[in-house]
């Protein structure tokens, strides 16, 4: 059971927008930066979103991040084929002295 | 080009000893401003941070492993390994390599470039 929450699942049409959230406490997404991961099947993780809202290059401008308060969101817009894939929010908590990871949210494109 | 690239025991008996490395190519491990963070995912699940570690040994360790593990760098090699003792079939899964970028209270801390990753099966 991680510290910061996830939904397990998100779905949506090629060209609509999908969001996915995060939850988390005063411990950690309150006080630190979030950042998201996106996993493709079989592949290792990849760098999607940094400090909340920073896109490494290379990262389509579709994808974005936004923090506010105790939570954190992903958007996709203009959902594609190939952004079927697991999705990770990832923070540091105060309390635990480490770095958590959510459950993870698997965006499945219909 | 930065590459990260794991290796080790591939199957552990249970209760011995998991070692990895982690082999760092087109950056200096000593380089200022990165650190470098081990991460595992048991098949079929997410994902877990095990720890990182500073080049000048500083490290921290996930809470629920700190008893158990310890990263190491290793200067002369440009690489940093990863132990974990008293290994289970809980502890079967990839493990991969990061470098991480953070500063010193860790207000931002996030993993830009990762290893390909390796499978560890834990099995008598």
């Known amino acids: 059971q991680s510290v910061v929450t996830q939904p397990p699942s998100a779905s949506g049409t090629p060209g609509q927008r999908v969001t996915i959230s995060c939850a988390g406490s005063g411990s950690n997404i309150g006080r630190k930066n979030v950042n998201w991961y996106q996993q493709l099947p079989g592949m290792a993780p990849k760098l999607l979103i940094y400090?909340?809202?920073r896109r490494p290059s290379g990262v389509p401008d579709r994808f974005s991040g936004s923090k506010s308060g105790t939570s954190a969101s992903l958007a996709i817009s203009g959902l594609q084929s190939e952004d079927e894939a697991d999705y990770y929010c990832a923070t540091w908590d105060d309390s635990l002295n480490g770095a958590v990871f959510g459950g993870g949210t698997k965006v499945t494109v219909l | 080009q930065l590459q990260l690239q794991e290796s080790g025991s591939g199957l552990v008996r249970p209760s011995q000893t998991l070692s990895l490395t982690c082999a760092v190519s087109?950056?200096?491990?000593?380089?200022?401003?990165?650190?470098w963070t081990w991460i595992r995912q048991p098949p079929g699940k997410g994902l877990e941070w095990i720890g990182l570690?500073?080049?000048?040994?500083?490290?921290y360790y996930n809470p629920s492993l700190k008893s158990r593990v310890t990263i190491s760098p290793d200067r002369s090699k440009n690489q940093f390994s990863l132990n974990l003792t008293s290994v289970t079939a809980a502890d079967t899964a990839v493990y991969y390599c990061?470098?991480?970028?953070?500063?010193?209270?860790?207000?931002?801390?996030?993993?830009?470039?990762w290893g390909k990753g390796t499978t560890v099966t834990v099995s008598s």
């Open positions: 087109g950056v200096s491990i000593t380089t200022g401003g990165y650190t």
């Open positions: 990061a470098r991480s970028i953070g500063n010193d209270y860790q207000d931002f801390y996030y993993m830009d470039v």
């Open positions: 570690i500073y080049h000048s040994g500083t490290a």
């Open positions: 400090s909340n809202d």
